[in-house]
């Protein structure tokens, strides 16, 4: 079991930054690949990035490339998510998630654990 509880989320103006953190509870947080997804209002919930156990691999969905950058500390239970020339677009609350499955893994049913949720809102 691993329990996930994002932070780091608020309102920023476009072109901003942010970055977000998730802090995973269980001693095998190393052995998960970590995702970020997000979901919009009226919106389905949508793949952001992914990173691999060794954080050798990184995934990310083609409206963010460039923009956003994961990363994990195992050491820390911890996955990032640093965001940076943000769009209105990207308002949404964003989701942690933990999966056991390895390689490119971004369908939401991949995942076995979520979060409850971060709420970013950029400003146009």
């Known amino acids: 079991q691993v329990h996930l509880v994002e932070s780091g989320g608020g309102l920023v103006q476009a072109g901003g930054s942010l970055r977000l953190s998730c802090v995973a509870s269980?001693?095998?947080?190393?052995?998960?690949?970590m995702g970020w997804f997000r979901q919009a209002p009226g919106k389905e919930r949508e793949f952001v990035a992914a990173?691999?156990?060794?954080?050798?691999?990184?995934y990310y969905a083609d409206s963010v490339k460039g923009r956003f950058t994961i990363s994990r500390d195992n050491a820390k239970n911890t996955v990032y998510l640093q965001m940076n020339s943000l769009k209105p677009e990207d308002t949404a609350v964003y989701f942690c998630?933990?999966?056991?499955?390895?390689?490119?893994?971004?369908?939401?049913?991949?995942?076995?654990?979520w979060g409850q949720g971060t709420q970013v809102t950029v400003s146009s």
């Open positions: 998630a933990a999966s056991y499955l390895s390689g490119s893994v971004s369908y939401r049913y991949e995942y076995d654990y």
């Open positions: 269980g001693r095998t947080f190393s052995s998960y690949t």
């Open positions: 990173i691999s156990w060794s954080a050798i691999s990184t």
